[in-house]
């Protein structure tokens, strides 16, 4: 059967009426149609790709923050399909919480997620887990904390050099990709003539102004990745490991990008270039994440001290 690409893509993929009319041009189809489809026993949820997302968040037809429709507040869903949507309602709710940056909310929903026992949990013990006072304590714990900037920047590097290397290959995502590995390869050969750690102090007083687009962007995620037809608690927090590698190799690819372009101030056209582009990078079918896991880290299960280490809130 003949495949039914859209005429207006590019060779990497991405839209010529944007690239070069800007944002404005889309038809509302292409705005607003979802890009996938996830059935599960009890119904069907469609699903926006990171792009179309974003442009309906900036456009202002929603509010800051998406509204996602609680599951078991319209399905009858079993005792432990409940736990489930329940444990995803409870991550976006951090996620949205303008208290707390991207990354600390990353970071909690982590702890959490990973402490959670995989039998015998009811709603009652998931509430405890999920309560203000829980998250408050951890919050503060995680806030006093002191992280490594050096470790954070140095395994982001090798991190978007491993996500890339295929793609590189391919001759993919060319334009974008060369200049940040270069860059990259400098790094980590110990090249790069100025303080990284110091540039990062002023990098992040850039990005932290486009926390709410972050904080959109990870609820679209969450409630995209987070859980999946036939998934469990252990599938759950595999791919929220998934989506951290992904927010920290988005951030760090920004990172270069700003260093090359002189440190300008980052646009909204910045940040969505990147999330396109790095997350159809990372865009992996469930046994292609398995198996990029197990390949490229000790264990399968990752400790929370590598994920707070590459999404370090420093």
Known sequence: MRKKNCPFL??????????????????????????EYHHFATHTEAISDAWTALRFWISGRCSHNFCFQKISE??????????????????LQIVQCPDYSPELSLLESFYILSELPTTALSGILLADYFSTETQTQLSAAITNMEFSTEDMLYECNELLQDLAVNYQKEGLYEEFLTPLLDLAGSISTN???????????????????????????????????????????????????????EYAAIRYSIFLSWLLSGEHTLTYND??????ILTRMTGYDDD?????LENSFESLYWEWGYFAMILADV
Request: charged letters at 25%; proline letters at 5%.
């Open 288 to 292: 292609d994440i398995y198996e990029y």
């Open 191 to 245: 090249s790069y003539p100025a303080d990284l750690s110091q540039k990062w102090k002023l990098f992040r007083a850039h990005w932290d102004k486009h926390a709410p687009l972050l904080r959109a962007f990870l609820s679209n995620e969450i409630f995209a990745d987070l859980l999946l037809p036939d998934n469990d608690l252990n599938g759950m927090l595999i791919h929220l490991q998934w989506i951290g590698m």
């Open 271 to 276: 940040i969505r270039d990147a999330i396109v």
């Open 74 to 91: 319209v399905v009858t869903l079993s005792p432990e399909e409940q736990i489930l949507f329940q444990v995803r309602d409870h991550i």
């Open 10 to 35: 590019c060779k990497n993929k991405l839209c010529r009426l944007v690239l070069h009319h800007g944002d404005d041009i889309l038809s509302e189809t292409c705005t607003l149609f979802p890009r």
